[in-house]
């Protein structure tokens, strides 16, 4: 039903700046989910980087609070993660979610997270 597709990682320096984009194909209302960037970093787990509802309701890892900031392009079914003043701590593959609701055969909701592929970012010293 959704398929997700990021852009925009790479290498950049300390204090630097990156935009990645997720681009969704789906069947699934976009606007009425919630999307969401994780990143995992080596050796360690996944964890949620910022999130934002159908409502615009955002909520963001201490981490990175004031740094980076979400955003969703309803029209055009894409999300973006604007990240200023990168940290070499910074540095995991970053991954988009869709947390959206899709019915069954049946009729009946059935709520899922999609994931994209990931993209790698690294902040270099």
């Known amino acids: 039903q959704v398929q997700l597709v990021e852009s925009g990682g790479g290498l950049v320096q300390v204090g630097g700046s990156l935009r990645l984009s997720c681009a969704a194909s789906?069947?699934?209302?976009?606007?009425?989910?919630?999307m969401e960037w994780y990143r995992q970093a080596p050796g360690k787990e996944r964890e949620l980087v910022a999130g934002?509802?159908?409502?615009?309701?955002?909520n963001y890892a201490d981490s990175v609070r004031g740094r980076f900031t979400i955003s969703r392009d309803n029209a055009k079914n894409t999300a973006s993660l604007q990240m200023n003043s990168l940290k070499p701590e910074d540095t995991a593959v970053y991954y988009c979610?869709?947390?959206?609701?899709?019915?069954?055969?049946?009729?009946?909701?059935?709520?899922?997270?999609?994931w994209g592929q990931g993209t790698q970012v690294t902040v270099s010293s």
């Open positions: 789906t069947k699934i209302t976009f606007s009425r989910s919630t």
């Open positions: 979610a869709l947390d959206g609701v899709y019915y069954s055969a049946g009729g009946e909701p059935i709520a899922q997270r999609w």
């Open positions: 934002l509802t159908s409502g615009g309701n955002t």
